[in-house]
């Protein structure tokens, strides 16, 4: 190929690309599979290795990430980046309205909308291409973020049709429920602290200084705003309207996300329809916007210092509730981590009952000025988990003991540590905790790590409890004697066990890895250290720097690995581990085949030939990937017996292939 005909054909792919995912991401409809999408990418990035010099900032392979910035340049707002006056009740809008309407004499139109509860943005687009990306910062300035939002899908890269040539348009980055959900699921199996909010992790993901884990979190921004020297547009809404036609995110008019109204009542009608609809949407508001439409009654109007005065923000109340503190008590997980929780007398809040809160750490309790017996106000935080946000101190019982933090572990009585620069306090006598040794055990037989069926967290606390194991190594010395004497243990259940735990000698290293619970290192960090290092060995001695060079582990991580590989009862479970036949190198994956290359698989339910990890390794010698759950990107759902109704709803709605067991064998050519 000349280089012309490469840059034609880069060209071309891009425009393909840019087109598919506009109409996935911000269109919700999807025109060619993944696999497709997948392979024109590849085709792209290899064009692109290929003739670097032809690499455009906005190439759609710019998506995925790659670009480290260790500092986010400060950047001056072309046009400052103001906050809105907010209004808590729906009286403060009517007066407001009826301010307006002493300015203006002529007839307002006004423009709702919901308010987005993310971090706001500003993004400038240059002759119809992506130039940069600047976060709100004091509102005079903020951080050059754009190597993080280029990977925003549903940020359009070019802009089609009709646009200003140089334009600022703003809008609200935010994470989706569901992947806040996804994302505290990883961390839960990790160990790590959960996120406590969806807007916090936008905010901190936007903010990350690898554009590759930004991409990785899938976050989402709906556009608000038009920002020019002189406007091409006579109103909000037409600007609006606008931007949808150039491929930005805007909110829709038939899902009433958008509405013009013409007084008062048609304002609080579009309040009162989200305070109940906002339940079903897949990402959180805070309140509702209500703007002027017009850009000349809103140039009338002007700005307060802070503010416009053409626009004001209504906010829902964070349901809140008054309850009793009965008692402080204090948690262990796996990793030693203490938490402390509030532990309520039982209160309804927002469709649930709650009796427990968590209180996060020491700080938390020493800034709420924490008393025994305390009347607190307990508020859905972000709707999900139930937060405690003051004191009524009016309330207080007088003499009243502070709460104080406690000093030594609840569960095995040894000091605790707290390590600087980290909030928790920690218990750092793992191997004696028992809520640590219970917890590492459960860990490693989890669904994810070793896959071990047939052990609960109730049978491992009877065997923690009976010193039957003390440690995950000890799992492999188990026998039928010992089992068969325990409650509720019938020889079926015995020998199931003892099976599944010999069946977990087959698992890969990287599973193993995952299993032995070191801290922040996860199903992701396990495979790359796996493949990057091959067997435990190269792992206990590799350097820092060499952990720090691998992919996907920064300094926390790596430094986390060689305190776990430098402490000598580590070692010596994996030791046990070894001699007990577990597998610590990475097997060099021989392909059977590439039959169900690009394609990802989920199985479900249980089989009859093979088990179900036989299943998911079947998957991988022949190309294929493994998927956790339906979603639009699954190809070929395997479904077993005794498969969940909901997952076969979700699979039939989404129209995705299905065979069953044998008919799979066979495709994969399995006898
Ligand atoms: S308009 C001059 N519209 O709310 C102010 N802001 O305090 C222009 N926000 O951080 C803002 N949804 O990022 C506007 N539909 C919406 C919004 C919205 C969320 C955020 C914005 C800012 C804060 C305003």
């Given amino acids: 190929m000349s280089l012309e005909e490469v840059k034609s054909k880069i060209n071309q792919l891009s425009e393909q690309l840019h087109h598919y995912n506009y109409m996935y991401y911000v269109k919700s409809e999807s025109l060619v599979s993944d696999y497709e999408f997948d392979m024109l990418l590849k085709e792209l990035e290899a064009l692109e290795a290929q003739f670097p010099e032809l690499v455009d900032a906005n190439s759609p392979s710019k998506r995925v990430g790659g670009t480290v910035t260790k500092n986010f340049e400060s950047v ?27 300015t203006i004499e002529q007839d307002i139109e006004y423009v709702c909308e919901l308010k987005y509860d993310g ?8 002759n119809g291409v992506f130039h940069s990306a600047v976060t709100r910062g004091d509102g005079a300035q903020g951080e050059l973020v754009s190597s993080n939002v280029r990977t925003i899908n549903s940020v359009p890269l070019k802009l089609k049709g009709a646009f200003p040539s140089d334009f600022e348009i703003r809008g609200e ?4 429920l569901q992947e806040f959900e996804r994302l505290n699921q990883e961390r839960s199996a990790e160990g790590l602290a959960l996120y406590a909010n969806p807007r916090n992790t936008a905010s901190g993901t936007l903010k990350l200084q690898d554009s590759r884990m930004v991409s990785k979190r899938n976050l989402d921004c709906y556009l608000y705003g038009m920002y020019e020297e002189r406007s091409s547009y006579t109103s909000h809404y037409q600007a609006v309207l606008a931007a949808g036609k150039m491929g930005f995110k805007v909110p829709l008019a038939e899902q009433r996300k958008i509405e013009k109204v013409k007084d008062v009542n048609g304002i609080l009608a579009f309040i009162d329809y989200w305070d109940q609809a906002r339940k079903s949407l897949p990402f959180e508001i805070d309140g509702i916007v209500i703007k002027i439409n017009a850009y000349t009654q809103q140039e009338e109007l002007g700005y307060t210092a802070k503010s416009p005065r053409w626009a004001i923000a209504y906010k829902f109340q964070a349901e809140r509730v008054e309850t009793k503190i009965e008692s402080v008590t204090y948690q262990v997980g796996r990793t030693g981590a203490v938490t402390p929780v509030a532990n309520l007398r039982p209160v309804y809040l927002g469709g649930t009952t709650v009796k427990r809160a968590s209180l996060h750490n020491a700080e938390q309790i020493e800034k709420l000025g924490l008393h025994e017996n305390d009347l607190v106000y307990v508020e859905k935080g972000g709707e999900i988990i139930p937060k405690i946000v003051g004191v009524n101190v009016s309330k207080r019982m007088t003499p009243a003991r502070r709460v104080v933090f406690i000093s030594d572990c609840p569960a095995c009585n040894k000091a605790l540590t707290k390590i600087q620069g980290e909030a928790q306090h920690y218990c750092t006598h793992a191997s004696i905790c028992p809520p640590q040794v219970k917890g590492k055990i459960e860990h490693f037989i989890s669904r994810k790590a070793m896959d071990i069926d047939g052990l609960g967290a109730e049978t491992i606390d009877t065997l923690v409890e009976k010193e039957l194991i003390r440690d995950i190594g000890d799992l492999y010395a188990l026998r039928f004697d010992q089992l068969i004497d325990l409650d509720r243990m019938a020889e079926k259940s015995v020998n199931n066990l003892l099976e599944g735990i010999s069946d977990s000698k087959n698992r890969p290293f990287e599973k193993v890895l995952f299993g032995i619970g070191i801290r922040y290192v996860g199903e992701t960090v396990s495979k790359k250290l796996a493949k990057a290092f091959r067997t435990i060995d190269n792992i206990i001695n590799a350097s820092y720097e060499s952990l720090v060079e691998t992919d996907e582990i920064g300094e926390k991580i790596a430094q986390s690995i060689r305190l776990f590989l430098e402490d000598e009862t580590n070692i010596a479970l994996i030791n046990k581990l070894k001699a007990a036949g577990l597998c610590f190198e990475t097997e060099e994956q021989v392909l059977s085949s590439s039959i169900l290359e690009g394609q990802t698989v989920v199985i479900s339910g249980t089989f009859e030939r093979i088990s179900r990890s036989e299943m998911k390794k079947l998957i991988e010698e022949n190309g294929g990937k493994n998927g956790s759950s339906i979603s639009k990107k699954t ?6 017996d005794n498969m969940g109704p909901s997952k076969l709803k979700k699979a039939v709605d989404l129209n995705i292939e299905m065979v069953n067991e044998e008919e799979f064998l066979k495709r994969i050519q399995y006898d």
């Fill in 76 to 102: 001056t707002h072309r046009f400052p980046m103001l906050s809105l006056s907010n209004s808590y009740s729906k009286d403060e809008i009517v007066e407001w309205e009826a301010r307006i309407k002493k």
């Fill in 635 to 640: 190809n070929l759902l395997v479904a077993g």
């Fill in 173 to 176: 980055i935010f994470l989706p």
């Fill in 119 to 126: 971090v706001a943005i500003g993004i400038r687009y240059i």
